[in-house]
T-cell receptor, first 112, second 112 residues
Framework: GENVEQHPSTLSVQEGDSAVIKCTYSDSASNYFPWYKQELGKRPQLIID?????GEKKDQRIAVTLNKTAKHFSLHITETQPEDSAVYFCAARMDSSYKLIFGSGTRLLVRP | DTAVSQTPKYLVTQMGNDKSIKCEQN?????MYWYKQDSKKFLKIMFSYNNKELIINETVPNRFSPKSPDKAHLNLHINSLELGDSAVYFC???????????FGQGTRLTVV
């Protein structure tokens, strides 16, 4: 079955610096890759997603890149702010499946 | 106006008891899910219903039984609760079968 690995498990950056979180997936049939942000005690919330026919997508300070050949995708946050501190999850879904498989999460801490 | 709502938000109960968690979505989505988030923050899918039909049933003990009376509701009943069932349970819904999943606020279950 599909497996999603996420690295690093924790990431600490200085305010204003960039943060990069990487994920790899196992099933080449996967075609949808969302990223979720979960603040402490809150629900996971979708922040950006990308489909397999696109290599890169950007929304203000966040961007996601996808390398289908290598089966990995990454989240990039530029000009980080303390309110970016949260746990970030990547996920992957196959076209034929209703199943969204999550990575293990990255705890991002942005130091003021 | 909450899109995906779960009740209760907190549930503390003794081992061996039976309890239910309710979920309702007003987004008109066809697919609903139950996810379990353990103390290490792993988000693991448990069940999924599409238009009231069970389509995903992961390797979950049969003490857990989902019920979908209509496509806007997905409830989770747990029999003979065990200490290891303590976790946060998230309900989610999506329109496109796993894409853009929208999460409820979670139910923190503590079994003592």
């Amino acid at each position: 079955g599909e497996n999603v690995e996420q690295h690093p498990s924790t990431l600490s950056v200085q305010e204003g610096d960039s943060a990069v979180i990487k994920c790899t997936y196992s099933d080449s049939a996967s075609n949808y890759f969302p990223w979720y942000k979960q603040e402490l005690g809150k629900r996971p919330q979708l922040i950006i997603d990308i489909r397999s026919n696109v290599g890169e997508k950007k929304d203000q300070r966040i961007a996601v890149t996808l390398n289908k050949t290598a089966k990995h995708f990454s989240l990039h946050i530029t000009e980080t702010q303390p309110e970016d501190s949260a746990v970030y999850f990547c996920a992957a879904r196959m076209d034929s499946s209703y199943k969204l498989i999550f990575g293990s999460g990255t705890r991002l801490l942005v130091r003021p | 106006d909450t899109a995906v709502s779960q009740t209760p938000k907190y549930l503390v109960t003794q081992m061996g008891n039976d309890k239910s968690i309710k979920c309702e979505q007003n987004l008109g989505h066809d697919t609903m899910y139950w996810y379990k988030q353990d103390s290490k923050k792993f988000l693991k899918i448990m069940f999924s219903y599409n238009n009231k039909e069970l389509i995903i049933n992961e390797t979950v003990p049969n003490r857990f039984s989902p019920k979908s009376p209509d496509k806007a509701h997905l409830n989770l009943h747990i029999n003979s609760l065990e200490l290891g069932d303590s976790a946060v349970y998230f309900c989610a819904s999506s329109q496109d079968g796993g894409m853009s999943a929208f999460f409820g606020q979670g139910t923190r279950l503590t079994v003592v």
